[in-house]
């Protein structure tokens, strides 16, 4: 799935290791398209690196969601399960 975004779309950020919690791209008017992720399965990708449950959400909230990198910022999918 990354390499045919990589090829449609140009210039997305993508986080490093966490390629498999990609579910799409998100577009907009007037802004640049993002790369969206599953938030559930950006914390278990947390976990499966050794963090704890509180450990990967701490991590999650201020290192990925709080990060702004530009316009083309990736994009956090929060479900009923997150």
């Given at each position: 799935m990354l390499e045919s975004l990589l090829e449609k779309y140009e210039n997305l950020l993508i986080m490093d290791g966490f390629d498999g919690c990609i579910v799409g791209v998100g577009e907009s008017c007037g802004s640049e398209p993002r790369v969206v992720y599953?938030?559930?399965k950006v914390i278990e990708q947390l976990m499966n690196d050794g963090m704890s449950c509180?450990?990967?959400e701490?991590?999650?909230?201020?290192?990925?969601?709080g990060a702004y990198m530009g316009?083309?910022?990736?994009?956090?999918l929060f479900t009923p399960e997150s």
């Open positions: 599953d938030v559930n509180e450990e990967a701490e991590w999650f909230s201020f290192n990925q969601l316009e083309s910022t990736p994009i956090f």
